[in-house]
């Protein structure tokens, strides 16, 4: 089997899964109860956060754990729009964002908000220059994600940091989810970032549990109302066995992150550098500084990316049509839209993606799958005349 | 820089005639209790200055722990060499470059107790200043005042190198100064109260209250991981815990209100006056200082003070509270001691205690009760552990979490 459908989500690790296992059976008190049960949980809970902010760099107390990806980026957003309404009622986004980022603004127009999506460029990058057009006395948030999930564009996030840095009233939140662990960001949040989301399962953690990084001193309302966990902030017991597997994975995931990272730029090079080669492919992910390492999107023209998909299933091989979110609605990939990449091409558009465990080797036997599978579909789409 | 000894100069030594010895093992014993697990470190406690034989043990985890014992004044890392002008002046130069910062003005200081050396101390201040200028750029000398003492001392055996002066904790070796025993609560006051009682050379038992299950573990674990952080001021620390809810319980059933909170302490006076009897104490140590909450008033000092005739010392008596604080900072204590777990001091407490109470009302008042089968009853309840420097009693699940993570 060759697995590369890790940004849709990852193999749990079996040593973090012992993690898991192991605190559920042992530390299965509720890390708020008074007794001893509840204060073991309590402690190994305040390990992991104390783990996992030495690892991102941040402190302790602005970690906050969420069920995933999707809430930390709802609360990101509508936290901020909602506790800072009064002031203003603006708020930007990119028009490339993951469905959890793009709903939540959608759902917040529907409430009266108004919402600017930047536009991007052909490599699915957002422009400074059109974020400084946005901007105005009204805006409370800029969203922009790290690490595009559909082509792995690396947005300039430095850029659009500095340029906040002359608007400290607007919350900055950056979905992380894709760019973790990649040698991008994976602990230097610039320090004008005020808000990060984090998702365990992109990195060989338990699902149902991530982050959201707030910064110290940035107000934003809590979704959940309840006990009180999460200094208030995000009620819910906690699910101790998942964070505790969080921070171990995190450790590992980061432990060589650099080698790591350069593997799996390897691994698409040598794709990219064969299909390259091959009349009727167009690339969206070129190797390049711009581009996350294991993302690799591109387009067999004329051939639908869920034939592709599923041929390659056929022998093996797991890849995605872009989003995995969206790859099961029949709607054309949002980022290449987005990028006026024509249906046509968009719809033949499929994702590569890597993590750490993939091998030159399985590089090799996609290549010789996929050139059996090109030849067999050059015939009926003419390629190459 | 690879040290091979730590050069220890004696604090206020000089002034103590005969009991210079006593000062020395002491002080000895001391660095040898907090140095416990680098058991390839020699301590050779001499009649001038202690050396310190690192044997590979490194320096900077040495010195975390060395620079809080009391009754040192200075210390010096060093390097011992060969007497060859090469190595002297290899030396010199690696030193230099792990100490020297741009900016800094720096001499050279030889002392020379092998007279039989070929160069004499000018000699030598001359020829390794000359030697350092030839290697490194933007060195300036200056002799009344420098940043830097690069001293050599040539002696018998070999050369010793070193270029850091460094300032110890000061104060007096503890042991010197006598036993006591303190009363230690878990709040801000009574581990600063303690640092300074260890400072004069005291030898303290903690006596610490505690009353399950009014108040949780975590309290007493609290108290006793405060004591492992005093710890790191004297080696080890002996920490007696001391069952006092029956007391409290008889007290609130039969004393009115508004003394609860001075007999209680009465109480707690009179079970650490007993316990630094049987240990050989000469006096009791508390946190208390004056005003600051109505067991504090003078009168009630008073009252209180009334079941003994031990010396009760108070180091902090007469520091504000913020002055308290800054020193709970310093000595390592204060974040733990802001821990909110409820203490034995505030579970009975009275809504109005009496700021003003009156020794015979307190005595009058007591008569109700059988204190000496209270008292014996606590005292037969105790537990004493000894606590070494940084041991941990509240995160002690920390090791396993990490194995987890």
């Keep these: 089997m060759i697995y590369f459908d890790n940004s849709a989500t990852t193999k749990i690790d079996p040593t973090v899964l012992t993690t898991y296992d192991q605190v559920a059976r042992e530390i299965w008190g509720n890390p708020s109860s008074l007794h001893r049960l509840g204060d073991r949980a309590a402690q190994l809970l305040a390990s992991s956060r104390e783990q996992l902010a030495d690892l991102l760099g941040t402190k302790p107390s602005e970690l906050f754990f969420t069920s995933g990806g999707t809430e930390a980026n709802n609360w990101a957003i509508k936290g901020t729009a909602w506790q800072k309404q009064t002031f203003g009622q603006h708020l930007i986004t990119s028009s490339v964002e993951h469905a959890s ?13 108004r919402v600017t999506r930047l ?4 490599a699915g990058r957002v422009n400074v220059n059109d ?7 009204d805006t409370t948030l800029v969203s922009v994600m790290g690490v595009n999930n559909e082509i792995g564009t690396i947005q300039p996030i430095e850029d659009i940091s500095d340029l906040l840095a002359n608007y400290p009233t607007v919350n900055f939140h950056v979905d992380n989810v894709q760019a973790i662990g ?3 960001w994976s602990r230097v949040f610039t320090p004008r970032v005020d808000l990060v989301s984090l998702s365990a399962h992109k990195f060989h953690a338990p699902r149902g549990t991530g982050i959201l990084y707030k910064k110290a001193g940035k107000m934003i309302l809590p979704l959940h109302d309840g006990g009180g966990q999460e200094q208030g902030l995000r009620s819910g017991t906690e699910n101790l066995p998942a964070i505790a597997g969080m921070a171990k994975a995190l450790r590992l995931l980061l432990t060589d992150e650099v080698e790591k990272a350069d593997r799996e730029a390897a691994i698409k090079r040598k794709i990219v550098d064969y299909l390259q080669a091959k009349p009727g492919i167009e690339i969206f992910s070129p190797v390049s500084l711009n581009f996350a390492p294991h993302i690799l999107c591109f387009a067999l023209t004329g051939i639908r990316g869920e034939t592709l998909v599923h041929t390659l299933e056929e022998y093996d091989i797991y890849t995605s ?3 995995a979110c969206a790859s099961t609605r029949s709607a054309t990939a949002s980022t290449l839209s987005a990028m006026q990449i024509t249906d046509r091409v968009a719809t033949s558009a499929i994702r590569l993606s890597f993590d750490e465990t993939n091998t030159m080797a399985e590089a090799e ?7 059996e599978i090109y030849q067999h579909f050059a015939p009926i789409n003419h390629l190459g005349e | 820089m690879k040290y091979t000894e730590i050069m220890v100069r004696y604090g206020e030594l000089s002034t103590k005639g005969k009991n210079r010895k006593d000062f020395i093992g002491r002080l000895a014993g001391n660095v040898t209790k907090v140095l416990r697990d680098f058991p390839e470190v020699e301590i050779r406690p001499k009649h001038d200055r202690m050396h310190i034989i690192l044997n590979g043990a490194p320096f900077a985890d040495v010195d975390q722990r060395l620079k809080k014992v009391f009754g040192i004044q200075t210390y010096s890392p060093t390097i011992k060499i060969k007497k060859t002008l090469t190595m002297i002046e290899e030396t010199a130069l690696a030193l230099m470059k792990a100490t020297f910062k741009p900016g800094m003005t720096f001499k050279v200081n030889t002392r020379r107790s092998d007279h039989n050396f070929a160069y004499d101390t000018n000699e030598l201040n001359q020829m390794i200043g000359d030697y350092l200028f030839g290697q490194m750029d933007n060195l300036k000398v200056e002799m009344k005042q420098p940043d830097l003492v690069l001293r050599i001392e040539v002696r018998q055996d070999a050369a010793y190198l070193s270029s850091q002066l460094l300032r110890g904790a000061g104060g007096m070796p503890v042991g010197t100064g006598g036993r006591a025993v303190m009363m230690l609560s878990g709040g801000i006051d009574s581990p600063v109260a303690s640092y300074l009682a260890l400072k004069r050379g005291v030898e303290i038992d903690m006596v610490h209250f505690y009353s399950p299950p009014y108040t949780t573990e975590k309290a007493l674990n609290k108290a006793k991981e405060l004591t492992g952080i005093l710890a790191n001021y004297a080696g080890r620390i002996n920490f007696i815990a001391v069952p006092f809810a029956e007391i409290q319980e008889t007290i609130k ?7 609860l909170m001075t007999i209680q302490r009465r109480f707690m006076l009179r079970l650490a006056d007993q316990l630094r009897a049987k240990r050989g104490g000469l006096a009791i140590f508390n946190g208390e200082s004056v005003g600051q909450v109505a067991s504090q008033t003078l009168e009630s000092m008073a009252a209180i003070n009334d079941v003994t005739t031990t010396p009760v010392l108070r180091p902090v008596a007469t520091m504000d509270k913020t002055e308290i604080i800054a020193l709970a900072e310093k000595i390592g204590t204060f974040d733990l001691s802001i821990q909110p777990f409820e203490d034995c001091c505030t579970i009975f407490a009275p809504p109005r205690p009496k700021t003003k109470p009156k020794v015979d009302k307190a005595r009058e008042y007591e008569a109700r009760l059988d204190t000496s089968a209270l008292i014996d009853r606590a005292l037969a309840g105790i537990e004493i552990t000894p606590i070494y420097p940084n041991d941990q009693f509240l995160a002690d699940k920390a090791q396993e979490d990490a194995a987890l993570l």
Excluded: C, H, M
């Design chain 1, 321 to 323: 049509t872009t989003s």
């Design chain 1, 101 to 113: 980022v793009a709903n939540a603004f959608t759902a917040l127009e529907n409430q009266g908000f």
């Design chain 1, 119 to 122: 536009p991007v460029d052909k």
């Design chain 2, 253 to 259: 059933a039969k004393i009115p209100e508004g003394y």
């Design chain 1, 182 to 184: 990649k040698n991008i």
């Design chain 1, 131 to 137: 974020l400084r057009a946005a901007l105005d006395s």
């Design chain 1, 365 to 371: 036997e996609f290549i010789r799958v996929f050139e």
